[in-house]
């Protein structure tokens, strides 16, 4: 890179990281205050809380580096127009390709990183999450429920034990209201916590289940003489496989075996995950693309910065939004498999020729008419608070 478009890339990477920081600090703390109702206000639990919380940061990541890239070079070109750089830029012959290349270089190491937590950071940390959150429960059933007592370990599941020993447990009730289609009881004379596969289960001994269906109050009784629990949500678990696809390898999901339990009842999840790591990464090249094609070319200074990145931000998150649509209806049918990689490449190619091409948006009819609504927009909600001023200040008077 020449010495401007180094100064161009170190701009515009501060900026995202800077934005980077900001948003997966926001969306961090919003998860990890979500689950606080797992946490119980004892040691063993406490400290697992930072351990659970620090596998929730990779994926976190990988999510908003899209946007943090969108809005960080979208801040950097507002930046060069505001200090009338990319006009000196633009007068001094450079071409347009001297700030578009630092921005795709950006976007393209973002890729990398969002390609890098897929395939490899991310299934780890879902792993250590999931594992964290079966130590969690594995304590709180074995070590401080009070025997006796109905304890709401999670919204709509609620235990009580008769008596615990170490491991094991005597008469184990779990009443399980989170399904609004049925509710489900289970009652087990004998119960322990089990190590298979490095995962902690709750398995329930000689017991019934009491299932009742809420929409005609058809009541249900099985008897068993075992049954399984995974820790990590305490659902029932089938069959022998407690690994959920966001914690398969890219390999696992490649190539599933046939008799892999979660493969067998859910294929379309396989699919769902495979199609999400391998799309994820392409829309971080084609934000940064946008980025360029919403703000590269000169304006000056009367001309509304904050166009830009309205601009910016409304046509990503309508793109994310559409794959986030896509990917969910990969279950009903395999042509969104297509749809889903065809959306950010489209994007991509679109963005590609309106950056070859010296498109400048800005001179476009329905670009002129977002810019007058916006305007309109904050001049009606600033005429909106300045009457009250007015107001105030001639009753002070």
């Known amino acids: 890179m020449t010495l401007l478009e180094r100064y161009v890339f170190r701009r515009a990477l501060s900026y995202s990281l800077g934005t980077l920081a900001s948003l997966v600090l926001i ?28 596998m929730l940061l990779p994926d976190l990541a990988a999510g908003v580096v899209p946007f943090a890239i969108l809005i960080g070079a979208v801040q950097a070109l507002n930046g060069l127009n505001a200090d009338s750089e990319r006009a000196v830029m633009a007068a001094s012959g450079a071409s347009p390709g001297l700030v578009a290349r630092p921005i795709v270089i950006l976007g393209l190491l973002g890729g990398i990183f969002v390609l890098l937590v897929a395939h490899v ?30 304890e709401r370990v999670q919204d709509g599941l609620q235990l009580s034990i008769g008596e615990a020993r170490g491991s094991s447990i ?61 820790l990590a949500d305490l659902r029932p678990a089938s069959g022998g496989d407690w690994t959920r696809s966001s914690e398969r390898s890219t390999s696992e999901l490649i190539s599933p075996d046939p008799a892999d339990s979660l493969y067998r009842d859910d294929p379309s999840s396989f699919t769902e995950e495979l199609t999400e790591r391998m799309t994820n990464w392409l829309y971080v090249i084609a934000f940064a693309l946008w980025a360029v094609v919403v703000a590269a070319h000169p304006r000056t ?73 916006i305007e309109d927009v904050t001049v009606r909600v600033k005429r909106l608070f300045v009457p009250r001023r007015a107001a105030a200040g001639g009753a002070g008077q």
């Open 170 to 230: 005597e008469s184990l009730f779990i009443a399980d209201t989170r399904d609004p289609k049925a509710e489900l009881i289970y009652f087990a004379r004998e119960a322990r916590i089990s190590e298979e596969n490095g995962r902690s289960l709750l398995l329930l001994g000689d017991g019934q289940l009491h299932r009742r269906n809420l929409s005609d109050n058809a009541v249900s009784v099985i008897e068993f003489q075992s049954y399984a629990f995974d």
């Open 301 to 373: 200074n009367r001309e509304a910065s904050s166009a830009a990145m309205t601009l910016g931000l409304i046509g990503g998150l309508g793109l994310k939004a559409a794959g986030f649509v896509a990917i969910s209806q990969i279950e009903s049918s395999a042509i969104w498999v297509f749809i889903s990689f065809l959306l950010p490449l489209s994007a991509i190619v679109l963005d590609s020729y309106l950056i070859w091409s010296n498109a400048d948006i800005t001179h476009w009819a329905v670009y002129r008419w977002f810019v007058d609504g």
């Open 27 to 54: 969306v961090w703390i919003v998860q990890a205050l979500s689950r606080i109702d797992i946490v119980k206000s004892t040691a063993s639990a406490a400290g697992n809380v930072f351990w659970i919380a620090l």
């Open 121 to 150: 950071v991310g299934p780890m940390s879902a792993r250590g999450f999931q594992n964290g959150i079966r130590a969690i429960n594995a304590d709180t059933i074995t070590l401080f429920l009070q025997p006796g007592r109905f």
